[in-house]
């Protein structure tokens, strides 16, 4: 099995001990902090952008194979892994689509966060919208 490292590239700051399940149904406030070195690569993000959020569930347990299949408690019925946004998988990795609040120095404010106060930041990806 090949293993891969990724390196976080910052991480996310809120007060809120009480986090929605899901980006779609969270209205909180918080901020990305970007780690200096990485701060010229947020040119181009401004306010009222949407962005595309890649972290690490750092508080998930570690992957068993008992959890390939799971009952979400909003969903009554069991589910693959793979259909569900669980944060127990088999890689420990999240995406949310978050709103850009406001920009500064190293400083993404952001609202619909669905990520713990510390969650390491992977990536971050512009949101587009599929054009008709």
């Known amino acids: 099995m090949e293993q891969y490292i990724f390196k976080s590239i910052g991480y996310i700051k809120t007060n809120t001990k009480n986090i929605p399940r899901h980006w779609t149904i969270s209205d909180i406030e918080g901020e990305i902090i970007i780690n200096p070195e990485y701060k010229d690569g947020l040119k ?3 306010k009222g952008d949407k962005i595309v ?3 690490y569930f750092h508080k998930s347990p570690p992957f068993t194979y008992d ?3 799971q009952k979400p408690a909003h969903i009554n019925e069991q589910r693959g892994v793979f259909s569900i946004c ?3 998988r088999p890689n420990p990795i999240g995406l ?3 709103e850009v609040v406001d920009i500064f ?7 619909r966060i669905d990520m713990f106060d510390g969650t390491p930041v992977l990536d971050i990806k512009p949101y587009i919208e599929i054009q008709s």
Do not use: A, M, Q, W
């Open 44 to 46: 181009g993000i401004k």
């Open 53 to 55: 959020v890649i972290f």
């Open 67 to 69: 959890k390939l299949i």
């Open 86 to 88: 669980s944060p127990h």
């Open 96 to 98: 949310s689509v978050l």
């Open 105 to 111: 120095d190293n400083v993404i404010k952001v609202r």
